[in-house]
């Protein structure tokens, strides 16, 4: 079964339903998309992402509810450094998709989910936790798996894996 | 006067009527180095908040300094109750990155020993949450039939816990003789066991006080709080994955999904007790018309060749030289692979950049965001029944920290 190209082209991609909600709300939130190995994948615009999860979980055709992960991939020394990555389920429709918001290195933030989704609170403090990514309006943005006081980021690649010694 | 800095966190009394209390790390009913900080009123509950972290071993760090063959080993340590489960989620995984066909004999042998995965970790879960609720002879009946389901993993892999049986492309070796035999013999033995467990808790009246209409999560809550398998099927959202979005051949297999619509600690072990019988009747379906054929992929250049030909042919000994030392590069790109873990949809995340290494091995680990749910559903209630709750959501702090 040899691996089918990665489609990247906006223009082949704008009928996959998901995508096509997200460009009939606002055409400049999208910043990019993918389909590759069956999984959809949309760049957010980093202020968008708020209400474009809001909208795909209200949307009642598309009914993504379920907030499976928040993850985060850091690309150093590449620019935009991180790409934070949400994955939702529709639980209806059997159907994922993969948000995607690109930040730059220095003082990355963004909006929190968790006023749509409340489990968004552990994961969005873990990937503060481990690669240092801001999230404005969390309710209780500490770290999660080190201690308190703990320096660095450990997730980070410049982090280096036996740690600081 | 300097603010004291404290490396854990510490949880304030709100009113004048509250005090807060502090439940583990090292507590017998927290299944782990769980800490809760709970605020109490009396014996109420007003707030639970859990401090989790101190099993954090940096696994996902750890996988990116590994070859992609490598890392198996590691993926046993995050979910130590069902090993095989976190195997195969990762192979799966890394096989779609590659684009690799498995065989049918290995898919029914990873369907077969996944099921039995199952059965293990929810005895270890019954066992252990009656013992908490105080039904002590639940546990030594469910570790009588754990010990069977452990031998027969001692015969594929070698070890009783952190098996690490599944490779990248298939199996690591084919099950030896008799394997088949002890786990027929399981099989049909097993549901009469099921029954004793019953017959010692479903009806009980001391079991019914403390579960029924405890820790009661609705189903809009259990979807918000990012609750998976058994908690949000007790919650009455019929998902399971194995059925809806199957894996490695599972829609080959019939079974039934149990779902209830109580919501409380009872309605999740009613779910999880069905779900035992089920596991049953799919291990009982594997073993009746194992394919025959290769276990292992035909790709030479990941799967490490048979030890004959490598003795006597050249390419498969420079191609077992090469995997070993060099790793085997895995073609850019980005995959979620979910499995329907005992505890819920266990996610992995793999990104590659186009080498022998991971770049990012992300675990979604469905214990994890299960425990968000434990502050809805104590609150308001008593002392004892987060201990309830606690076991009916079935955590794994292994993974919850990973």
Sequence with gaps: MPLAPAITDLGQLKERPALARLLAWNPDAVEASKFDRDELTIVVKCPAIR??????????ELQFSFLADITCVD?????????????????????????KVRLAGNDPSLESI???????????????????????????????????DWEGHPLRKDYPVEGYR | MPQMFTPTPTLEATGPRTMTLNMGPQHPSTHGVLRLLLEIDGETIVRVMPDIGFLHTGIEKTCEAKFYQQAVPLTDRIDYLCPLTNNLCYVLAVERLLGLEIPPRA?????????LTRINSHLVWLGTHALDIGAMSVFLY???????????????????MMTSYFRIGGLALEPPLGMFDAVRRFVNRFPSRVDEYENLLTANPIWLERTKKVAYLSPEDAIALGATGPTLRASGIDIDLRRDMPYTGYEKFKFKVPISHDGDVFARYIVRVQELRESNEIVRQTLEGVPEGPIKADAPKIVLPAREKMKTQMEALIYHFKIVTEGFPVPAGEVYQAVESPRGEMGYYV????????????????????????????EGRLIADVVAAIGSIDIVLGEVDR
């Design chain 2, 142 to 160: 469910c570790f009588r039939e754990r010990e069977d389901v452990l031998r027969i993993f001692e015969m594929v892999s070698g070890q009783r």
């Design chain 2, 351 to 378: 990104v590659s950049d186009g080498s022998p290494k991971p770049y990012r091995v992300h675990v979604r680990a469905p214990s994890f965001a299960n425990l968000q749910a434990l502050h809805t559903m104590c």
């Design chain 1, 75 to 99: 690309w150093y020394p590449n620019e935009p450094r991180f790409d934070v990555v949400y994955h939702l389920l529709s639980i209806p429709r059997h159907e994922r998709l993969r948000l």
């Design chain 1, 51 to 60: 209400e474009a999860c809001a909208i795909l979980r209200d949307d009642r």
């Design chain 1, 114 to 148: 968790t006023s749509v989704w409340p489990s968004a609170n552990f994961f969005e403090r873990e990937v503060y936790d481990l690669f240092g990514v801001r999230f404005s309006g969390h309710p209780n943005l500490r770290r999660i798996m080190m201690p308190e």
């Design chain 2, 107 to 115: 898919q029914w042998l990873r369907v077969m020993l996944n099921e």
